[in-house]
């Protein structure tokens, strides 16, 4: 009996330091000791030139573009950009502008998925056939009589629009002051245009930061 109870006591010893022995390897290192924590906030600046192919009266057409500003503790984006139309078709311009915000996990590692969107305006222009003819000069006729045509049978229109354009994409670290964007967005004129549709459109990314990120 006697040594029945000593067996007991040393196994409850050991199952005591083992069980205090694995609390204290568990324990974080850094455990809060009930003390206010401040903690310096990381902020910058950075600049992110934007290429784009997008979709312009239902053709693929190459768009360049800007846009930065104050990122704050590697989350929250508030900023500008500026986008214009390379090389459109039909030779349509288009250009737009505007404020940007957006918001980025910030995981702690190389990647990062960033959110924006931007909240604008623009102005587009498109060149049309005025008389149905096409061309610059030639000929045309009447029931009677064919003459030659010597002013332009084209015009161009021109109208403002408001854009809405929110974005995707999946952002990675190369430096600490340098790093690539690939995306995908769509762009929201708000209206049908009157020259005509097509300046909606889904677009695809590529882009760097250059800055803090």
Known sequence: MMLARQVRRVALVGVTVM?????????????????????????????????????VNGEASPLAGIYGGWLMDHRLLIGAGAYWLVDGPNETELKYFGPVVGWSTNVGGRFDVSLR??????????????????????????????????????DRYRTDFFVAEPHVSLFTRLTDWLGVDIGAGYRFTGKDLDIGPGLDGASASFGFRIGQS
């Open 117 to 154: 969107a931007l909240v604008g305006f623009g102005t587009a222009t498109r060149r049309f056939d005025a008389d149905g003819a096409g061309g610059n000069d030639g000929f045309r006729c009447s029931r009677f009589t064919c003459y030659r045509r010597s002013f332009p049978a084209f």
């Open 19 to 55: 069980a205090a022995a694995a609390a204290a390897a568990v324990q974080p290192e850094n455990q809060p000791t009930g003390r206010l924590m401040l903690e310096e906030i990381d902020n910058g600046w950075f600049v992110g030139p934007d290429f784009r192919v997008t979709e």
